[in-house]
């Protein structure tokens, strides 16, 4: 199925795909706003996660216009004069971690374009990617302790990706960690220079997309099935993931592509 990048584009989120769409970009695009989440963000970076899973998208880019990632959760409206009911605070508090569901759940790879801020629940969503390429001017950080609230939703996906310790102290003082330090205590992937950021960018993308759809597909979501079992649990299914992968036509095709000296030619 063809990816409908038209469609899947709003007033502040704007996807375009690669020529064979395998690869495709979601941009952030309120750069007047430090491109801060809002409904029309949330909602379409959903719809994304699934269209990718209906089409022959690989990996799913998401970055920010104008050199800022994301700022978080759009702050204006929040100073209410009058309190929502709970349900529906609930509810409105919950798009973020429903996104974090569809990026675990679609088949492509998930990677964060990290240029500038990238903070709150910003820092959340970059750290909900399997990759995190940042430019080394890029900064990370959960400041919304600033305003007396925490980052429980960030938390979910920042905590997993770093040192334990390293992760409290960002969540509890709200201090920015550069792109070489978010490197070493795990947050980010890896640091690229800012003034090559495009074109290395375009090359480590392609890289992973080059990869077999199977095989991006099943080990993406054997890394998310088998990281919480306890380990007798994840070398069982992890063993039967693997006879399953050695199955599929693309192992077949990888196998004979390498015999043979030739680049593999996936199905999907």
Same mark, same amino acid.
């Given at each position: 199925m063809t990816l409908d990048t038209t469609a899947l584009s709003n007033d502040d989120l704007s996807v375009t795909k690669s020529d064979d769409e395998v690869v495709v970009r979601a941009t952030i695009d309120r750069p007047d706003k430090h491109n801060a989440l809002n409904d029309r963000v949330l909602n379409g970076l959903m719809d994304v996660m699934d269209a990718a899973d209906e089409s022959p998208a690989r990996v799913v880019v998401i970055r920010g216009a104008g050199?800022? @990632?994301c700022s978080g959760g759009d702050l204006e409206g929040m100073d209410e004069t009058e309190d929502p009911p709970m349900e529906e605070r609930r509810r409105n508090s919950s798009k973020?971690?429903?996104? @974090?569901e569809h990026m675990v759940d679609t088949s492509a790879l998930t990677v964060a374009a990290v240029e500038g801020y990238c903070l709150a629940g910003g820092c959340g969503l970059a750290a909900a990617?399997? @990759?995190v390429v940042a430019a080394d001017d890029a900064e990370f950080g959960t400041p919304e302790v600033n305003v007396g609230m925490f980052p429980m939703q960030a938390m979910a996906s920042i905590l997993p990706a770093v040192l334990e310790k390293q992760g409290l102290k960002m969540l509890f003082t709200g201090d920015h960690v550069s792109a070489t330090e978010g490197r070493e205590i795990g947050l980010v992937t890896d640091v690229l220079d800012a003034d090559e950021f495009e074109g290395r960018l375009d090359a480590y993308v392609d890289k992973l997309a080059a990869n077999s759809p199977v095989m991006i597909s099943m080990g993406k979501e054997a890394y998310h099935t088998q990281r919480d079992m306890p380990f007798d649990?994840?070398?069982?299914y992890l063993k039967e993931m693997l006879t399953l992968l050695m199955e599929s036509e693309d192992h077949e095709e990888g196998v004979a592509a @390498?015999?043979?000296d030739r680049e593999p030619d996936w199905k999907r």
């Open positions: 050199g800022t @990632f973020l971690s429903d996104l @974090f990617c399997e @990759f649990r994840s070398h069982n @390498f015999v043979e």
